[in-house]
């Protein structure tokens, strides 16, 4: 899951999807597909999420630009997508 709760404010993660799922370039291009049988695998904005990211359409890790280390994903309902990259102490 991409969003664990956890005592307190939920815990989020680094990256969408572990760094072997996302997919090479060359598989990306060889990809054929229709959306329509995809609909099972984006029905939710976490699935969505990670079929973009494992075909690097978004960024699947995000680094802070103050301080290098990598931000978390987090739950947010006023974002428009609903999560947002963060960095605890800011």
């Known amino acids: 899951m991409l969003l ?6 939920p815990q989020g993660c680094a990256c969408i999807v572990p760094l072997y799922k996302v997919m090479a370039p060359a598989a990306i291009a060889g990809e054929r597909w229709r959306l ?3 609909v099972m695998e984006i029905n939710t904005t976490e699935t969505c999420l990670q079929w973009v990211a494992r075909r ?5 890790e ?3 630009t103050r301080c290098g280390q990598p ?4 739950g947010r309902a006023e974002c428009g997508v ?3 990259w963060t960095m605890a102490q800011y």
């Open 36 to 38: 329509g049988s995809h």
């Open 4 to 9: 664990q709760e956890m005592a307190g404010r």
């Open 71 to 74: 931000a978390s994903l987090v």
């Open 82 to 84: 609903g999560v947002h």
């Open 56 to 60: 690097r359409l978004i960024r699947n």
């Open 62 to 64: 995000v680094q802070c």
